[in-house]
């Protein structure tokens, strides 16, 4: 039964791996081919009954009417995600630790509905937000700029950072505040000195989301920009045509989600709870 058991599952675990890498490995293989490999197929291997061709990778980075350009738009994503998501980490952090805290009253408003109204950000549509934001972004010259698009970026994103981290410091001892506070301390210093170190996994995570969810916006990257300001997300649908590069398309989409990738290996080792044992003495 044991073994059984473990069969099955290293079976789905198989099964589950070989779905989640099949769409890399088409878009690697796809990105060695040229137009005649794509549109003709293959007849018995699909991964190796074709001549390798660098076309799709050197297209990206060629000059001229024949080249695609990657490097404007790759560090326009760069800057926009980590500029927003590092201010929304910074804000989001304090806001969390206070409402784990602290208690909060305005009349009917406590702290929960203070939570709640950050959370309640990410289950509006973005289709909703989308006028709002194009309005305000005109009214103060905005439009089609890096500046832009990281305040609204900032709007999307510190709810994750609230919302990862207010669970976070939950999770973590009131008594290793007043310890800090006993030994001389002030709130602010129990902050940094103890609590913030002590939630370098919460803020490796929350971090982490900011930059997925930014790197990987595209519907605020389409409406809020025209030719300015282009962002990796709309370059890469920029490519579809009546004839679409599938080679140069699936370099393209390889690169956007290296550093993604690069990140998560990164810091995995960070995504336990374990830093916190022996904490309280």
Known sequence: MNRTYLILKYLFLL?????????????????????????????????LEFEPSTQGWKSLFASGSQGINIVTPFLNSA??????????????????????????????VKN?????????QRIMPPIVLAIPFFLMLREIGALDTIFGLVIVYIALLLPIAVWVMIDFFGSIPKELDEMAMIDGCTPAGAFLRVILPNSLAGLVVAGMFCLIFGWNDFFFAFTLTFTKTQLLPVAIVSLNSSVTPWWSLSAFALISVTPLALVAILVERFMSRGSLSGAIR
């Open 112 to 120: 929960s509905d203070i939570t709640f109204f950050f959370i309640s």
């Open 79 to 108: 800057t926009v995600t980590l500029t927003a998501s590092a201010i929304s980490l910074v804000l989001g952090t304090l806001a969390a630790y206070g409402l784990s805290r602290y208690q909060f009253r305005a009349g009917f």
């Open 15 to 47: 099964a589950w791996s070989i779905f989640v890498v099949f769409p890399f490995l088409w878009a690697l293989s796809t990105s060695f081919k040229d137009a005649n490999a794509v549109t003709s197929g293959a007849r018995y291997i699909p991964w």
